[in-house]
């Protein structure tokens, strides 16, 4: 290996160039930066893997994202949406297997009743256990006053994808029209940061017409806006949604997933003490992706616990992993593949972002 990428691989603040040069990584070298993740990870942080145990509430979505197979464009899916006795039992179940926390995700909708029922349900779900859950949700942009409500009920952590952070790229992959504004989304960031959520974004990884340029900005963009928590995982074409007709611009499985690990590796680097999740996403393109994912830098895995006859309705993109799994099976099936790896998950904890809690106590 050169000096030059030596030199390189031990800096901790990439300039643009450098994190190009990282992410164009190959062979020996790409195995070097995937093994200087880990090895920031483990002296920032440790071995220890924190779930959030998914609930997908519903995938009704009002968007149009042009490359999600929930889009309400897609008139192939069978919408449903869980009953709150269905949330709640999921989030039993995740305080009994030891979880810590649930993430609850769907598709957008910002009607009155939504955001009732949601805040409701935080409420409940804190209940469990005299609140020993921890509460992520993933439900999209809402207004600033929707997401103080469900923050004041007792969730604590948002994830919101930026998708990409280059308006032009973000307009090639979502309709230009009002209701899929990018800078609404960045405003709504910046909204969940100044509420004092533990906020999270990302990205996909190989979109049609993504450049490294591209890649780099967004990991400079999660730096910028000092987010507690990335998620970043492989595009995968959903064949009923607009984006498939460009399959032929998207780079083959193996070369998106080694680009995944590189960008998880680069942002280990650049911000050592946020949460990042290895996204289910991973092992769709690679059986092993999520444990490589945890083994270039990421600490954060997200088991399903959605009922069973639900799963197959969530398909964001295609053959998503675990579908028929049984949330028992996934979590004995995590320790064993974990412990491979020379790691081990945290039960019973909230697995907060060290980054984020850092912050909070200068305050
Ligand atoms: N491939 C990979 N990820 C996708 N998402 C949506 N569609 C796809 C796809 N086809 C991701 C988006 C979104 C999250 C809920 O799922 O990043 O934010
Ligand atoms: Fe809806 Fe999210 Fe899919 Fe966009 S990515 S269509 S907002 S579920
Ligand atoms: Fe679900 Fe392995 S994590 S079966």
Not at 34 to 55: A, F, P, Q, T
Not at 158 to 176: D, F, V
Not at 256 to 285: C, F, G, H, S, W
Request: aromatic share 8%.
């Amino acid at each position: 290996m050169d000096i030059a990428f030596e030199d390189i691989l031990r800096k901790q603040d990439l300039d643009r160039d450098e994190i190009q040069v990282l992410l164009a990584a190959e062979g020996d070298r790409m195995q070097a930066l995937l093994r200087r993740g880990l090895e920031v990870k483990l002296s920032h942080l440790d071995n220890c893997v924190h779930l959030r145990g998914l609930i997908e509430y519903g995938n009704v979505c009002e968007k149009d994202c042009l490359y999600c197979g929930l889009r309400s464009g897609n008139g192939r899916v069978e919408r449903y949406r869980l009953s709150d006795e269905e949330v709640l039992s999921c989030a039993r179940l995740a305080y009994e297997l030891g979880y810590g926390s649930v993430a609850l995700q769907s598709g957008e909708r910002s009607d009155p009743e939504f955001i009732a029922t949601i805040e409701r349900l935080v409420r409940e779900i804190k209940k469990i256990g005299g609140g020993s859950l921890g509460v992520t949700l993933s439900l999209g942009e809402q207004s600033e006053d929707t997401y103080r409500r469900w923050f004041e009920a007792g969730a604590h952590r948002y994830l919101l994808r930026i998708e990409s952070s280059t308006e032009e790229l973000y307009y090639k992959i979502h309709p230009r029209n009002e209701k899929h504004s990018f800078r609404k989304r960045l405003g709504c960031l910046e909204s969940l940061m100044r509420i004092g959520y533990q906020t999270g974004t990302g990205v996909m990884v190989g979109l049609p017409f993504q450049t490294p340029g591209h890649l780099a900005d967004d990991l400079l963009f999660f730096k910028r806006m000092d987010v507690a928590m990335v998620g970043l995982g492989p595009y995968i074409p959903h064949p009923d949604t607009p984006l498939y007709r460009l399959r032929d611009l998207v780079p083959p499985a193996e070369k998106r997933m080694d680009l995944t690990l590189k960008m998880i590796a680069v942002l280990r680097i650049l911000m050592p003490e946020i949460n990042m999740v290895a996204a289910t996403a991973n092992q769709t393109v690679d059986p092993q992706g999520r444990e490589k994912a945890i083994a270039a830098g990421a600490n954060v895995i997200m088991p399903n616990l959605t009922p069973g006859e639900y799963r197959e309705s969530y398909f964001i993109y295609p053959d998503k992993a675990c579908v028929k799994d049984q949330p028992d099976q996934c979590k004995s099936c995590l320790d064993i593949r974990l412990a491979a790896i020379g790691h081990k998950i945290l039960y019973n904890a909230w697995g907060d972002s060290l980054a984020f809690t850092k912050k909070k106590d200068a305050r």
